[in-house]
């Protein structure tokens, strides 16, 4: 079956610079890739998504790349702010009313 | 996106009780719901695939018996955690998929003490 991985676990930056999370997935099959941000005690929140067929993504201040060839995308947060402090958390998915793998999250903490 | 809500809130049972947890699609008629746990600092961990009208699909290692799923319309499904034991303690989480190709949108998740 499908396996996600997620890095780093953990990740500070100051206030207004760039954090990358990085995830990597086993099924080539695999065709569709959100990204959620999940604050303590809450679901989590979509943020972006991308699908096989497109290599990058971008909403403001979020972007998504995707290498199929290497079965890995990443979260891109630019100008990061306090309030984007949360657990994100990469899937896979097979497609439509597939079920969703998870990477095991990581920390972002933006220090002020 | 869907709008999903989650009943209750917060529970707190003692050992060898039952508890219900209802997840509403507010705005979206759901043919499929999916619920997931979460450990503390953990990731999501799907634990069954609920379909409208017809019998849950369980992941492995999820006793079906004391994980009861009724889907019974569009927009709502139920958990059930049947006698729960104090390793049940988790955050229960449910989400719906969106009306295009496969997003999948959260409720807000019911925190799960069991004494």
């Known amino acids: 079956g499908e396996n996600v991985e997620q890095h780093p676990s953990t990740l500070s930056v100051q206030e207004g610079d760039s954090a990358v999370i990085k995830c990597t997935y086993s099924?080539?099959?695999?065709?569709?890739f959100p990204w959620y941000k999940q604050e303590l005690g809450k679901g989590p929140q979509l943020i972006i998504d991308i699908r096989s067929n497109v290599g990058e993504k971008k909403d403001q201040r979020i972007a998504v790349t995707l290498n199929k060839t290497a079965k890995h995308f990443s979260l891109h947060i630019t100008e990061t702010q306090p309030e984007d402090s949360a657990v994100y958390f990469c899937a896979a998915s097979l497609g439509y009313g597939q079920n969703f793998v998870f990477g095991p999250g990581t920390r972002l903490s933006v220090l002020p | 996106g869907a709008v999903v809500s989650q009943h209750p809130s917060r529970v707190i049972c003692k050992s060898g009780t039952s508890v219900k947890i209802e997840c509403r699609s507010l705005?979206?008629?759901?043919?499929?719901m999916f619920w997931y746990r979460q450990f503390p600092k953990q990731s999501l961990m799907l634990m069954a695939t609920s379909n409208e009208g017809s019998k849950a699909t369980y992941e492995q290692g999820v006793e079906k018996d004391k994980f009861l799923i009724n889907h019974a319309s569009l927009t709502l499904s139920t958990l059930t955690v049947t006698s729960a034991h104090p390793e049940d303690s988790s955050f229960y989480i449910c989400?719906?998929?969106?009306?295009?190709?496969?997003?999948?949108?959260f409720g807000p998740g019911t925190r799960l003490t069991v004494l």
């Open positions: 705005d979206f008629q759901a043919t499929t």
């Open positions: 099924d080539s099959a695999s065709n569709y």
């Open positions: 989400s719906v998929g969106g009306s295009s190709y496969n997003e999948q949108f």
